[in-house]
Each structure stands twice: as C-alpha cells, then as structure tokens.
C-alpha cells in the first residue's frame, strides 16, 4: 500500500465525529440550495451538531449506517444508508426496483473531492450491508437533476435513473428529486446500471426510523 493510500480509510461514525458530520451537511445543504436557485440555508450548523450528537450515542436500529470518510486523522465525508422499500414501475419494459438500502446522504468537504472518498464511502456500505447479512437488492438515492456533480458520480458507480420523483422542502428550498439505483452487487462496477424507467409516478420515501438529521435535511 503507498502512503497516499494509507492516508485514506472508512469507518463507522461516532459521537466525536459529529461537529466535522454537521459541517459538511449544512454546506452540502448550501451548496445544493444554490444550484437550484433557492434561497440561502437558514440552518445553524450547532443544532445540527448536536442532532448528531445524540443520533451518534444510541446503538442505530437494523439497517441503519452512518460511516465517515478520513483523509488522515481527519473526517472529510459521510454517508447515511437506511431501509428502502421496493419500488412498482408502471412501464412494460422498465424494471421493478427491489427493497434495500436508500443512501439518505453521501457527503464530501468539497476541499477533499476527486480523492475517491466517495467511491470508498460507497463500497463501505455495500460491504457493510454483506457482513451483517442484509436481505437488500438494491441501493437507492434521490438526486436533484441540477446536481450535475452527483449524478455523474452516481452515473459512474452504475446507477440509473429509474423514473420516480418526488417534491420536498430542504430547509426552506423546494426541491425535485429523481430516484436512481443499482443492483446491489453492481453498485460502484461503472458497469452502467439499470435501464431507465420512463414513469409519471411520485416515489415515495423509504421507511423512517433511523432517526438521524439527514432523513429531515435530504
């Protein structure tokens, strides 16, 4: 391994990592804000930080994942799964989504991006999912179509549009959202993804109860 390499790693999040998790968040919730023309986010960074604080102290419940990127000894990403539920497309030659885990939130401090954190970010969870011998198919993630960084990351991890949307307010900001998804074994192959499923329906969102501040933020 060289020394760039060693540099890097994933690991579960803890109580301590919130602050650095809450950071990157409300920027990310900024960043996104912007890129569909909304107001600016009225957020406090501190009452996200402690959000994180008391979801980081309790044991999450079955599926639910919360790991951080490290660049060093410092945290520069993180990335929330939780349970989703399968998706009915109403389209002959689109595919039905099976259940799995939705990512609520896969974030990078933009000074670290183009550094592959994500991608291992990504690979932590599929691996994750594995060793605790998860039911889950699929991974599944709402994107805004404006986000053209995080459909093109998606787009090169395999994942594909699958046709369903849905409308929310993120902090004040109305927002469209696409889902895309992948098979789980093939999530992060590059491998192209799913075909696309052209569908007028609304998604809904996966199951709650993971209670973290990404399911109110995302």
């Known amino acids: 391994m060289s020394n760039a390499d060693s540099r890097v790693s994933v690991r579960p999040a803890t109580a301590p990592d919130a602050a650095d998790i809450a950071a990157i968040q409300v920027a990310s919730l900024r960043s996104v804000a912007r890129a569909v023309g909304g107001a600016s986010v009225d957020v406090s960074p501190l009452e996200v930080q402690r959000a994180w ?33 399968s ?13 799995g885990l ?6 990078v401090d933009e000074r670290f991006r183009r550094s592959g954190h994500a991608s291992r970010m990504l ?9 605790a011998g998860l039911s889950a198919r699929s991974l599944q993630v709402w994107i805004s179509p404006n986000d053209e960084a995080r459909v093109r990351f998606f787009q090169s991890a395999g994942f ?31 491998g192209g993804g799913r075909p696309n499923a052209q ?5 809904a969102r996966g199951p709650e109860g993971c209670d973290h501040p990404a399911e109110s933020t995302n």
Do not use: Y
């Open 53 to 85: 604080n008391d979801t980081l102290s309790r044991i999450p419940p079955p599926g639910c994942s919360t790991m951080v990127a490290l660049h060093g000894s410092r945290v520069v990403g993180f990335v929330v799964a939780q349970p989703a539920p």
């Open 123 to 131: 690979a932590a969870i599929v691996d994750t999912a594995r060793e």
């Open 160 to 190: 594909a549009p699958a046709g369903l949307l849905r409308r929310l307010d993120v902090a004040g900001t109305p927002m469209t959202q696409h889902l895309w998804w992948a098979g789980l074994d093939s999530a992060g192959s590059g």
């Open 199 to 203: 569908a007028d329906s609304a998604g």
């Open 102 to 107: 939705e990512l609520a939130a896969l974030d």
């Open 87 to 99: 998706h009915h497309i109403d389209h002959a030659k689109a595919p039905d989504i099976p259940d």
